[in-house]
């Protein structure tokens, strides 16, 4: 089946506006986990749920960043008065259930580029 | 498409041998840990995982060696091929009952036909 999609592809937005952006887990995966990713280094955490409940934000920046999964499905997350420093590429990642040792499976990343 | 790992260590080898590429990491509690594959352009791939109650496991072409006493995970690709070329992550699950991984630097595998 399809794996994980992310959407948009590329996101370039002017400093202060609010973006969202889309997660769609592989279908059937219970497990949806936000990274972000700057150059030349490992994608780092941001949030993660199970089903709809978020389960640990430990990793969100800040309070401009949020995120949701209403119906246990796709996701959004969401930065709002965007800044410079936002710029990255934000990775989605799914897995079929609650386990601390289930594989993650990547999505294509949304590359966000706040001018 | 995106340029992944600009200033990453970086292992050069020829087609046909074979590649260790090794990754520390620092919490003696993680209990399971995998190794990713980045090609330029796409999102990190699965390549084999392992937890800490073994010290080795294979898969097609690929092993993993897992030291805890010196916290050290390896991952050595058979017969490497131009396809292989990328950059690889390990990432561990710090069990601290959440479902993250921390991820480490990276490592550029480059095969030369």
């Known amino acids: 089946g399809a794996g994980v999609s992310q959407s948009p592809r590329y996101k370039v937005t002017k400093r202060g506006q609010d973006v969202a952006l889309r997660c769609d887990p592989i279908s059937g995966h219970v497990s949806l986990y936000w990274y972000r990713q700057a150059l030349g280094q490992g994608p780092e955490f941001l949030t993660y749920?199970?089903?709809?409940?978020?389960?640990?934000k430990s990793g969100l920046p800040n309070d401009r960043f949020s995120a949701e999964r209403p119906e246990g499905s796709i996701s959004t997350l969401t930065i709002q008065r965007t800044e410079q420093r936002d710029s990255a590429m934000y990775r989605c990642a799914s897995s079929p259930r609650v386990s601390l040792t289930d594989t993650q499976y990547f999505g294509p990343g949304t590359r966000l580029t706040v001018l | 498409g995106e340029s992944v790992g600009l200033h990453l260590p970086t292992l050069s080898v020829q087609e046909g041998d074979n590649s260790i590429i090794n990754c520390a990491y620092s919490n003696s509690a993680s209990d399971y840990f995998i190794w990713y594959k980045q090609e330029s352009g796409k999102g990190p791939q699965f390549i084999i995982d392992?937890?800490?109650?073994?010290d080795k496991r294979q898969g097609q072409r690929v092993t993993v060696l897992l030291n805890k006493t010196v916290k050290h995970l390896s991952l050595q690709i058979a017969a490497t091929q131009p396809g292989d070329s990328a950059v690889y992550f390990c990432a561990e699950n710090p069990n601290t009952g959440f479902q993250k991984l921390v991820f480490g630097t990276g490592t550029r595998l480059l095969v030369s036909p």
């Open positions: 749920f199970n089903y709809e409940a978020q389960q640990d």
């Open positions: 392992i937890r800490s109650n073994m």
